[in-house]
């Protein structure tokens, strides 16, 4: 018993000591003051009392989990944690011009259920999730027909990202494939109109050039004699019958050195050679063939020495300056292939030159079995360094329009064959779906837009299929809706 109060009394000993410990402290830090300190204190002013900080104002409170979950009161998550404020400064600028603004009276009108860990369950009534969680309402007036929210943080983390339609000249190149071949507005062939034998041959082998006026061959002819002794007997006839009596036989014998002059005019006798013939009478029992232009021998029929009848081919000259570019275009870029639009070849024999022309033809068929038409391109060759058969890639430069709407062709969503979407972003957080016409693919991934579309419209130009995937969702939660049955 004796113990017992022993030991009471130092554990009282030992609370008082410590709180005397205490004061000591707290006397010590409190500072003193003078008198004289006192006397000036009282004479100075004491400071103006700060004022509260106003209290900022709160929207509503939502899931931390889930931010689409939100309740004007707080209180518990579905998932079981407590719900966070969200205050006016902090909102987006729709949801807060949607707390200041009258909210219609009346009870809310739910659309469905749907599971709050899992967005794709949902349920014409109230219940519980496959996770065994309390389905969350999800109100009409949360949800604008044609429109999809997404929260701010969720756009910035997908990376959506967005651009103006613009507007101005659209134009379109096509690219493609040519082959080079001979002109053949510029191939001549010589032959000769009388018999006889090849008595020189100056270009005696394919693939000469030569240039124009240049002689090719010399043949001799049986025909060319009798012909120029012809023209010179008529020629001395018309002078001794110049002066007749009989004006009749001087009329007729003045036409016979004319008739006589024709026939070896009609052999590709020159007037020069005939000339020459009347001059020095020396009758020349050959005829040379001259080139009638400048390229190359392409085809060489005869040989030295070799005999040859009237109206024969011997050679075939055909020039490469310009030449031809038969190029070939796909079925659906043939309307906007036009005669006298530029051209822009690259041969893949001569690299680091382009070479340009203009389309000199199109031809008015499809070739069955590639569906392509031919396009043909003349390309001046004042170097000759292009050759026929030489491989080369076509560009062709079609301006479409000069004044059309165009967008990045990534931003566009081909839903199908023939519908194609885009999504306007409409503002802190709020995106549309909307179809539009488009025309052809233009340069720098550009594609024009026919109808649908207005220049200055702001449109997703990544991440817009998950915007898809959330359209088709709403669409799927109005067929649920209106057919009155549930989509898991």
């Not at 030569?210 to 043949?219: A, D, S, T, Y």
């Not at 690299?351 to 003349?378: C, H, M, N, W």
């Not at 566009?412 to 025309?439: M, N, Q, W």
Request: some cysteine; aromatic content about 6%.
């Amino acid at each position: 018993m004796k113990k017992t109060r022993f030991i009471s009394y130092l554990a009282l000993c030992a609370i008082i000591a410590a709180l005397a410990f205490v004061a000591g402290q707290i006397s010590e830090k409190t500072p003193r003051i003078s008198p004289r300190a006192t006397k000036q204190a009282t004479a100075v002013p004491a400071p103006a009392s700060p004022k509260p900080a106003p209290k900022r104002k709160i929207l509503y409170y939502r899931d931390p989990m889930d931010p689409s979950i939100v309740s004007k009161h707080p209180g518990k998550a579905p998932c079981g944690m407590d719900l966070v404020p969200v205050y006016a400064d902090q909102a987006p600028a729709h949801e807060t011009a949607a707390a200041a603004s009258p909210k219609p009276s009346g009870k809310r009108k739910i659309l469905y259920w749907r599971a709050p860990m899992d967005p794709n369950y949902i349920s014409p009534k109230p219940g519980k999730s496959p996770m065994g969680m309390d389905l969350v309402p999800v109100y009409a007036d949360e949800v604008t027909s044609g429109e999809i929210h997404v929260s701010p943080t969720v756009v910035q983390e997908i990376g959506v990202t967005t651009t103006e339609a613009s507007s101005g000249p659209f134009s379109k190149t096509i690219r493609t494939y040519g082959t080079s071949t001979w002109n053949e507005t510029t191939m001549a062939a010589l032959n000769t109109k009388m018999d006889g034998w090849i008595e020189k041959l100056y270009a005696n082998v394919s693939g000469q050039p030569v240039r124009k006026g240049q002689p090719l061959i010399r043949i001799y002819s049986p025909q060319l004699v009798s012909a120029q002794e012809e023209y010179l007997a008529a020629v001395d006839n018309a002078k001794a019958l110049s002066s007749s009596p009989l004006r009749a036989m001087a009329g007729a014998a003045q036409k016979l050195p004319q008739a006589a002059r024709m026939r070896l005019k009609l052999w590709d006798i020159s007037d020069a050679q005939i000339d020459q013939l009347r001059r020095t009478r020396k009758v020349s029992k050959t005829l040379t063939l001259y080139a009638p232009i400048s390229g190359i021998v392409t085809r060489l029929d005869v040989v030295q020495g070799a005999y040859v009848t009237a109206g024969r081919n011997l050679m075939e000259v055909a020039s490469i300056d310009p030449v031809w570019v038969n190029a070939y275009v796909y079925e659906d870029q043939v309307p906007m292939v036009k005669k006298g639009m530029k051209a822009t070849v690259a041969f893949d024999s001569i690299p680091g030159q382009s070479f340009a022309g203009r389309v000199d033809y199109v031809y008015p068929y499809l070739e069955g079995k590639s569906r392509t038409t031919q396009v043909r391109i003349v390309l001046p060759n004042p170097g000759e360094h292009i050759l026929p058969q030489m491989y080369g890639t076509v560009k062709l430069s079609s301006p479409v329009s000069d004044d059309s709407v165009q967008i990045p062709a990534d931003a566009v969503i081909r839903a199908s064959s023939t519908d194609s979407v885009v999504f306007i972003a409409l503002g802190d957080g709020r995106f549309a779906g909307r179809k539009v016409v488009l025309g052809p693919e233009g340069n720098d991934g550009m594609v024009m837009v026919k109808a649908g579309l207005q220049a200055g419209e702001r449109i997703v130009t990544s991440a817009q299929f998950l915007l898809d995937s959330e359209s088709r969702l709403n669409e799927a939660v109005q067929a649920m809706i209106n057919n009155g049955g549930q989509s898991k």
